[in-house]
């Protein structure tokens, strides 16, 4: 059966050439467009949009599709051509535009791709915004505009210069240079390549980069977890390197394989990203229910504290700007420093964690292990609505013993650890993260879970 598309938070996400073609991407630009317009209404003002692609062949039909879209209800269009989400975020802002679109799939697999939108502010549109661009998109309601009236395209190749300069700016490139580390980069033949080797060279690192042609076919599964990682551990250990990042095919997310060329995963980039902010100042950090615990006890330490919200980057940024969060981001490894944009980056977490491992002169394993942790589990499963909606209701029943969030899902906190669950926000799975003091107690919840799963199917 042919998948849905998928419109959320996260914005539009579908499979090329199924149900994600140009003619939905010309409809979802001019819907854009036309929530732009009438939220600006009364304004008097001429709107731009920056769109920005990922590497994903289908990239630049989608992007000329939405350009198209946007120019039918007279929104101009400034063209970055190939660069990161993050990036995107950035020129939003420094050019003064009414909004982003990004062309990206994010970490999904080659077969899918779609279209995140921006605010004005760098930010996604919160839920209720979203729905209502969506309702436009399924109404067909569009502010379209006569020849005299369309938007215009110009192009701008400003984004890897002034995305370098915004990270810089937050840290001390002599400290980090006079190391001269030697890294590892994995950007998966996405679009974080060129603008991260640009950045390690301006912090003095020695670098290795593979898989850094922005082709979009992607040489493993795109999405940065251990086992799609294993030839990146074996560089890192092989060439003797201090440390291995690897991205997503758009760079707002961020793992981390230590000198030993052992996978440390997505939960300890923002761990340790905030270890070093929380070094210098205190205050408050922002994350999702999904976001390990580290996050906590990292912010306790330093007398901080930390503001948990629903799955997605939107959620997160809003609280971060709320409460003037001095770090957030997600366990997807995904850092957000308001200083650089509301967004996750992954450059900005490369440039933390090279300033604390400058500044302490400790290994990233060394300061790992400093920062403890737990054992964390995360899977995802195919869940129809009705059956998702079944084995959230059961869990409630299961899980009385528990602390009930269901701000996303349902969250249960337990006194040796955490469940969530909740549907997914870009693709149509159901999906289970577990945090606990050790795997025999984790594993525990995951046989609870699956028990639900075969009492509702039979």
């Not at 990233?364 to 195919?382: C, H, N, P, T």
Request: hydrophobic residues 40%; aromatic residues 4%.
């Amino acid at each position: 059966m042919a998948e849905q598309l998928i419109i959320s938070i996260s914005g539009m996400r579908g499979i090329v050439g199924e149900n994600l073609t140009a003619s939905v991407a010309a409809e979802y630009g001019c819907a854009f467009g036309t929530f732009l317009k009438e939220t600006s209404a009364g304004e008097n003002k001429k709107l731009s949009v920056c769109i920005g692609r990922d590497s994903r062949p289908s990239g630049e039909m989608l992007k000329s599709a939405v350009t198209e879209g946007l120019c039918k209800v007279g929104v101009d269009v400034v063209d970055s051509g190939l660069v990161t989400t993050p990036g995107v975020g950035i020129m939003v802002r420094e050019l003064g535009c009414s909004g982003g679109v990004v062309v990206t799939a994010s970490h999904n697999p080659a077969q899918y791709n779609g279209i995140k939108l921006l605010l004005g502010n760098g930010v996604a549109p919160p839920g209720d915004a979203t729905e209502q661009i969506k309702q436009y998109f399924l109404d067909k309601r569009f502010a379209l505009v006569d020849s005299a009236n369309c938007g215009q395209v110009t192009s701008n190749d400003q984004t890897d210069t002034t995305h370098i300069a915004r990270v810089l700016a937050i840290v001390d490139k002599e400290v980090i240079s006079a190391r001269k580390f030697t890294v590892v980069l994995d950007s998966v033949n996405g679009a974080g390549g060129r603008v991260t080797k640009k950045l390690l060279a301006e912090l003095g690192c020695v670098v290795s980069a593979v898989n850094d042609e922005p082709t979009g076919l992607f040489a493993h599964a795109p999405e940065p977890r251990a086992e799609n990682l294993i030839g990146l551990c074996e560089i890192v250990k092989n060439k003797g390197a201090e440390i291995g990042f690897a991205q997503d095919p758009d760079a707002d997310r961020l793992a981390i394989v230590d000198e030993a060329g052992t996978y440390i995963g997505e939960e300890y980039t923002l761990a340790l990203a905030a270890k070093y902010i929380f070094s210098k100042k205190t205050g408050k950090a922002a994350t999702n229910l999904s976001t390990s615990r580290m996050l906590d006890d990292v912010a306790a330490k330093a007398g901080g504290r930390v503001i948990r919200t629903a799955v997605g980057e939107a959620n997160v940024a809003a609280a971060m700007l709320e409460h003037n969060c001095i770090i957030g981001g997600e366990g997807n490894g995904g850092v957000i420093d308001l200083r650089v944009s509301p967004i996750r980056d992954s450059l900005v977490g490369i440039a933390l964690v090279l300033q604390l491992m400058a500044e302490t002169g400790k290994t990233i394993s060394r300061l790992v292990g400093e920062i403890g942790g737990y054992y964390m589990s995360k899977d995802k499963f195919a869940a129809g609505k009705s059956q998702a909606e079944q084995i959230l209701k059961s869990a409630t029943k299961a899980f009385t013993n528990a602390k009930l969030d269901t701000t996303d899902g349902c969250r249960f906190d337990f006194d040796d650890g955490w469940l969530h669950l909740r549907v997914s926000n870009t693709e149509p799975v159901m999906r289970i993260i577990v945090e606990a003091k050790d795997r025999g107690t984790a594993q525990k919840y995951i046989d609870a879970v699956l028990n639900i799963r075969k009492e509702i199917s039979g």
